[in-house]
C-alpha cells in the first residue's frame, strides 16, 4: 500500500513489464505541482511513448 500525502502526478513502473511499456500515471490532487518534473523523467522509448497521452490528458 502506498499513501500519496503531496499533490502531483506519479509515475507507475511495473518491475517485470517495464520493458514492455507497462507505466501508469497516478494524479493526486493539483498535477501542476510537479508535472514539469515528472515529465522530465527519462524513460525508454516505449514507456516514454505510453506516457504522452497520460500527460496530455493531465495538463
Ligand atoms: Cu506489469
Given amino acids: 500500500m502506498v499513501t500519496f500525502d503531496k499533490p ?11 520493458i514492455m511499456g507497462m507505466i501508469g500515471l497516478v494524479v493526486v490532487g493539483d498535477q501542476t505541482a510537479n508535472l514539469d518534473a515528472a515529465k522530465a523523467v527519462p524513460h525508454d522509448i ?3 511513448k505510453r506516457f504522452e ?3 496530455a490528458k493531465v495538463q
Fill in 46 to 48: 516505449i514507456a516514454t
Fill in 8 to 18: 502531483g502526478v506519479y509515475g507507475i513502473k511495473c518491475a517485470p513489464h517495464y
Fill in 53 to 55: 497521452p497520460l500527460f
